[in-house]
């Protein structure tokens, strides 16, 4: 699976499934699927910090 940056809502919700999918498989960390999910979380952290930020406290 080629990871690639979320363009549009409905990709970051394919990303968010398939990484469901992941963690119910519990992969190893070293492991190409633990990788993966690595991989799949940062992109999915970059998204937010874009489209979801959480605001700061005054």
């Known amino acids: 699976m ?11 919700e394919d990303v968010l499934s398939r990484i469901e999918l992941l963690l ?6 070293e ?4 990788n993966l999910l690595r991989t799949m979380l940062d992109t999915v952290r970059a998204y937010e910090e874009i ?3 959480i605001p700061t406290a005054d």
């Open 2 to 12: 080629e990871i690639t940056p979320i363009k549009s809502p409905k990709h970051y």
């Open 24 to 29: 119910d498989a519990n992969p190893i960390p």
């Open 31 to 34: 492991s190409s699927d633990g």
């Open 51 to 53: 489209h979801f930020p």
